[in-house]
């Protein structure tokens, strides 16, 4: 069903687009050297960064995933957002001061302080091609579903418009551009949302009527161990894992904290980003229940743009489409400036270590370009993409964070994690994980008979997320210790216990007294309020 837009709801959708080219436009002519292009100078403050980290992480995939989850399941699926609160603090009060005073510009470079260079050299290569091969895919494919079903774009320029718009401004202003147009679509996104929730629960006759019209369990978020999609153990155990992963080690995300202009802003900004991720529960995941109990007829993936086809009036449907496409070009330009950044800073810099701020920043904005082109030559294959592999992809990062993650925990915690380990350590994750998604999709259409290798392809994600953490991080452990210690350079200011051996520059060299109070105040207020959450929906 195609959505009609009259003149109030284009200007709406217009005038977004006006402010999103402003600002972009308006860095463009800000940004001369690579610091300042790829970490928008270090200046940026704890508010515009909580904001980054939310609209960066809600896209399209949210949309299609949350509500059609919800439509499905229940509120189970909303652990994940939950959880991201919590990981979002260990990221501020753990790994923030690490980063900031290392005074990196990628998670790579961080690696190869703390490793070496086998490790940047690893960690780059999987992110880069992750981001083109699969985040950028799966975030046209679901904005393609998405505009298809709401504007009635078919999936072909759906896509086109996303990738040209996005990288425009992308190109043009960087980092600074990327940021404060999220400041921007925070807004946009999140008054869509809270407006087609509140509609739908008028019509479905608010919580209790929901309640009255969906299954009993829908409201109870952990599920027995034997659930195949949300097993509590795979979300107690497994879940954090991904979300360290994601939220503590991913350039795509922690790159707006290093752009901070101190420790105090930046562990600020993650913990008003762990407050924003409490809504999707509420704006994304009971929509979807909303969809379910109002049109019975819809599958998972239409849940949400049934609402928006059938329940918006004229006058707010620019307002939610709006929102849409902030969700869809925020996480798009965040994929294309760290794309960007880990080539011409971990790739090109290191192979011409002599070029000026100019050439680098120039050859970011080329290597954006090019991420824009890939982004328009995948178009045709979007077709390809079915829902089922579109779920896979979306696994995918259960089979590829857990070595990462365990090299970076145990860098900060660990002084006698060597280099020889932490490759080993990553070597070893990525082949298992490639091995069980093989045999998972071999087995999909023709199933395994040998019990070992069935049970590998069809245990549950989360609790194979698990597994291949406790493997990778014993393989970290035991060649370590059969490898020798690493050198104190190699530790020096990037551990816990040598924190302070190195002198970092003057905005992160302290904390302001009064502001870590707040900080830790406003943290456990967090802590408390998603203790008490887990309780209303046990």
């Not at 996104?189 to 509140?198: N, Q, R």
């Not at 849409?324 to 996480?331: E, F, I, N, R, V």
């Not at 994750?429 to 008979?449: A, D, F, M, W, Y």
């Amino acid at each position: 069903m195609m959505l009609n837009l009259s003149w109030v709801d284009l200007l709406i959708i217009f005038l977004y687009f006006g402010i999103i080219f402003s600002i972009g436009f308006y860095f463009s002519r800000r940004e001369k050297t690579s610091t300042e292009y790829f970490l928008a100078g270090r200046h940026v403050g704890w508010f515009a960064i909580g904001a980054s980290l939310f609209a960066s992480n809600i896209s399209s995939e949210h949309f299609i995933g949350l509500a059609g989850s919800g439509a499905a399941t229940g509120m189970a699926v909303g652990h994940f957002e939950w959880l991201a609160s919590l990981v979002l603090l260990i990221l501020g009060w753990v790994f923030v001061p690490f980063y900031l005073r290392s005074q990196v510009f990628t998670m790579p470079e961080f690696l190869e302080r703390r490793y070496g260079s086998a490790s940047r050299w690893y960690l780059t290569t999987v992110s880069i091609l992750a981001y083109v091969l699969t985040k950028i895919s799966v975030t046209l494919f679901a904005g393609g579903l998405l505009l298809k079903q709401v504007v009635g774009w078919d999936m072909y320029t759906s896509a086109v418009v996303m990738v040209l718009t996005t990288g425009v401004y992308t190109i043009a202003g960087g980092l600074g551009a990327v940021i404060y147009t999220e400041l921007i679509q925070t807004f946009v996104l999140i008054a869509g949302a809270v407006i087609i929730t509140i509609l739908g629960l008028l019509e479905v006759g608010g919580f209790s009527g929901l309640r009255a019209s969906v299954p009993p369990d829908f409201f109870h978020m952990f599920k027995p161990m034997s659930d195949p999609n949300f097993p509590w153990t795979g979300i107690v155990f497994g879940a954090p894992i991904l979300g360290i992963w994601y939220w503590c080690t991913d350039q795509f995300i922690v790159q707006r904290v290093l752009s901070a202009k101190s420790i105090d802003h930046a562990r600020s900004g993650t913990i008003f980003a762990g407050f924003l991720k409490i809504l999707p529960v509420f704006i994304l995941v009971v929509p979807g229940i909303i969809a379910r109990a109002l049109y019975p007829d819809i599958t998972g993936d239409q849940a949400y743009p049934a609402l928006v086809t059938r329940l918006l009036p004229e006058g707010l449907k620019g307002i939610v489409v709006a929102g849409l496409l902030a969700a869809l070009m925020s996480s798009l330009a965040s994929c294309f400036n760290s794309s960007s950044t880990l080539f011409t800073i971990d790739v090109y810099r290191k192979w011409k270590p002599e070029v000026s701020e100019r050439h680098l920043v120039l050859v970011g904005r080329l290597a954006t370009a090019v991420l824009v082109v890939l982004g328009i030559l995948w178009v045709p294959f979007i077709r390809y993409i079915s829902s089922q592999l579109y779920i896979y992809l979306q696994s995918v990062q259960a089979y590829i964070s857990p070595p990462i993650a365990a090299v970076f925990l145990l860098g900060v915690i660990w002084t006698g994690a060597n280099g020889k380990g932490a490759i080993a350590s990553l070597i070893t994750g990525l082949l298992l994980g490639t091995l069980r998604l093989v045999l998972e999709l071999i087995h999909k259409q023709n199933p395994i008979s040998w019990t070992p290798l069935r049970w590998f392809a069809e245990v549950n994600f989360l609790h194979f997320a698990v597994l291949l953490f406790i493997v990778c991080t014993l393989v970290l452990l035991v060649v370590s210790r059969l490898t020798g210690s690493p050198s104190r350079e190699k530790i020096r200011g990037v551990t816990f216990r040598h924190a302070r051996e190195v002198q970092p520059p003057e905005a992160y060299a302290r904390e302001h007294p009064r502001w870590r109070k707040w900080n830790v105040a406003l943290s456990i207020l967090l802590a408390l309020t998603m203790i008490v959450l887990w309780g209303i929906f046990f």
